[in-house]
């Protein structure tokens, strides 16, 4: 069955540095990929999709990469700050084109000023 | 405005009762979903209705039934709680099967059962 595989573990880095997050997945080839992000007590929020013909995709601090070869994506967000302390989400579309996402747990990541 | 609404955000409840929980979304999309969110924070799928007509029904105890007056709003009933049912359920929209499909979450609501 399709898994997706997080980083369990908080990630604690300090302002101003380079967060990395990874998400691999197995048994499967999706045709693309998603990073939510949420905070305690909210709904996972929209951040950033890539599909499988892109190797690269960005959005202000954020930038999201796909190797379909590794089956691994990384999410970077750069120059962080304090308020992007939240946990990071990554989806993969399910098998049937039915709309159906299937979720990562999480890394939660906690910049320190 | 917001976007996906639920209600109600914290429900506490005692065992073999049963409850409801709405949700309404006012994005124009076709497409609602409900979501488990348990203790691990593992967000697993439930549900999901395109048009009123379910598409995705995941390995759920019949004891959950969603339900879709119209394509703004998706509704869970759940009968006879049980202990196990405690969990944060989210519910969410998308524009599917036009775009990719990107979700647009609630707010959630945190099911407490005594």
């Known amino acids: 069955s399709q898994k997706i595989e997080q980083n369990s573990e908080a990630l604690n880095i300090q302002e101003g540095k380079t967060a990395t997050l990874t998400c691999n997945y197995t048994?499967?080839?999706?045709?693309?990929l998603q990073w939510y992000r949420q905070d305690p007590g909210r709904g996972p929020v929209f951040l950033l999709l890539?599909?499988?013909?892109?190797k690269e995709k960005r959005k202000e601090r954020l930038k999201v990469t796909f190797d379909t070869t590794l089956k691994q994506s990384l999410f970077h967000i750069t120059a962080s700050q304090p308020a992007d302390s939240a946990t990071y989400l990554c989806?993969?579309?399910?098998?049937?084109?039915?709309?159906?996402?299937?979720f990562g747990q999480g890394t939660t990541l906690q910049v320190k000023p | 405005d917001t976007a996906v609404s639920q209600t109600p955000k914290y429900l506490v409840t005692q065992m073999g009762n049963d409850k409801s929980i709405k949700c309404e979304q006012n994005?124009?999309?076709?497409?609602m979903y409900w979501y488990k969110q348990d203790s691990k924070k593992f967000l697993k799928i439930m549900f999901s209705?395109?048009?009123?007509?379910?598409?995705i029904n995941e390995t759920v105890p019949n004891r959950f039934s969603p339900k879709s007056p119209d394509k703004a709003h998706l509704n869970l009933h759940i009968n006879s709680l049980e202990l196990g049912d405690s969990a944060v359920y989210f519910c969410?929209?998308?524009?599917?099967?036009?775009?990719?499909?990107?979700?647009?979450f609630g707010p959630g609501t945190r099911l407490t059962v005594l």
């Open positions: 969410a929209s998308s524009s599917r099967p036009e775009v990719v499909d990107t979700q647009y």
């Open positions: 048994n499967y080839s999706p045709a693309y």
């Open positions: 890539i599909r499988e013909n892109e």
């Open positions: 989806a993969l579309e399910g098998v049937g084109n039915t709309g159906k996402l299937i």
């Open positions: 994005l124009g999309h076709d497409t």
């Open positions: 209705y395109n048009n009123k007509e379910l598409i």
